[in-house]
């Protein structure tokens, strides 16, 4: 088999496993990982079917024969490109880009993106990296963190990674503990009804803790990540009423089953809930630190 008919070759099965891996995970034929797995691979031989076809087209040309076939490799590759630069653009199709709201705006954004990684390539290499960093659990209680019960059950470690630690600081440093004006008690229904109006599927309540636990699950691949949120007392009252304690710490934890690392999906969703949780509470100052 020459060039041309390896790239056509390779960039057929690029496009049928970068098809068929989310598929098949999301309709639970294979697990998400599988699924994954499949997708993945799809993406690393379009990039190989990009360049082969390349070499096969330039080959093509000089010797007359016909070029069909490595355009064909070509246009999967860069169908396979064109994808890699969504996922890169919106960090899985999570996001989208500051401003970009319609298809120029949207498309300003994927040439700044091209630019970075020509001009830029270093810096946008150590984004990427960032981005990518080997971490899938985070807290915004780092000494204390949020435990499992539920999720514990099925076995494995659910311990909080002490390497996570640093990770977290250097990457989401935004992601605190926070504090709501009231009692546990009362903003537990109010914190358990926001994880529902989440979509998060609640797996453990513990009033008398003021704490639950809850599951969700990813849209495409079903990569389930447990959540485990926390509520107590704030221990120095920013606004103490009538001698008792009128502020509610809220500490959330967010662990994905799967992977290595987690796009910044787990920071992302706790930021993302604790916005909502200040939209629905009276949100008190965070506890000074004793002067000396």
Known sequence: MNLSGGARSLGFVSILLVAAGPLLAHFRVL?????????????LLGLVAFA???????????TGAPRGPAVQGLVAGAVILLLM????ITRGFRTTPAGCTDLASCSAAAIDTFYAAAYRP??????????FSPINDISTNLEDPPTFLVASVRGGDWDFPEASQRRQQE???????????GQPKENFVIVRDAAREKGWTIQLQRPDFFAFEATTESKIFRFVDDISVRMYASPRCPRPMNGRCNSTAVDIRSKSRDGLSDIGKNANRILDFTARIRELTVESAPPRAPEL
């Open 52 to 62: 082969v076809g390349w070499f096969g087209f330039a080959a093509a040309r000089r």
């Open 122 to 131: 270093n810096k946008f290499v150590v984004d990427q990296l960032r981005e």
């Open 171 to 181: 990457l989401y440093p935004d992601v605190k503990t926070i504090y709501a004006g």
């Open 85 to 88: 630069t969504a996922l890169f």
């Open 31 to 43: 697990a998400p990982a599988a699924g994954f797995g499949l997708f993945s691979l799809g993406l």
